[in-house]
Nanobody, 117 residues
Framework: QVQLVESGGGLVQPGGSLRLSCAAS????????MGWYRQAPGKQRELVAG???????NYADSVKGRFTISRANAKNTVYLQMNSLKREDTAVYYC???????????WGQGTQVTVSS
């Protein structure tokens, strides 16, 4: 059974930093494009950052220069370093593992990030 477990969320003041982790079990992440998505109340889920199996990255315009996605295949873990956090970054953050060629798509349960003073 494949599981993605996010951690590292919490309450942080504007301008602060958090690092989210997504630990996978039941599969090896090296074959997947990994992504971090977020969903704020009343809004659709949106892609925040993605990293391909060969470590090419892409980011939403709203987080470019502030967030960094990385992967540690040996640890079967993906990270999202979030710096200079803004109130509008408040959302539930979800980890996703996707392989188009294998027809596989998995989601974590989400972790809450709240940016507030």
């Amino acid at each position: 059974q494949v599981q993605l477990v996010e951690s590292g969320g919490g309450l942080v003041q504007p301008g602060g930093s958090l690092r989210l982790s997504c630990a996978a079990s039941g599969t090896i992440i090296s074959i997947y494009t990994m992504g971090w998505y977020r969903q704020a109340p009343g809004k659709q889920r949106e892609l925040v950052a993605g990293i391909t199996s060969d470590s090419r990255t892409n980011y939403a315009d709203s987080v470019k220069g502030r967030f960094t996605i990385s992967r540690a295949n040996a640890k079967n873990t993906v990270y999202l370093q979030m710096n200079s956090l803004k109130r509008e970054d408040t959302a539930v953050y979800y980890c996703n593992a996707n392989s188009v060629t294998a027809g596989l798509d998995y989601w974590g349960q989400g972790t809450q990030v709240t940016v507030s003073s």
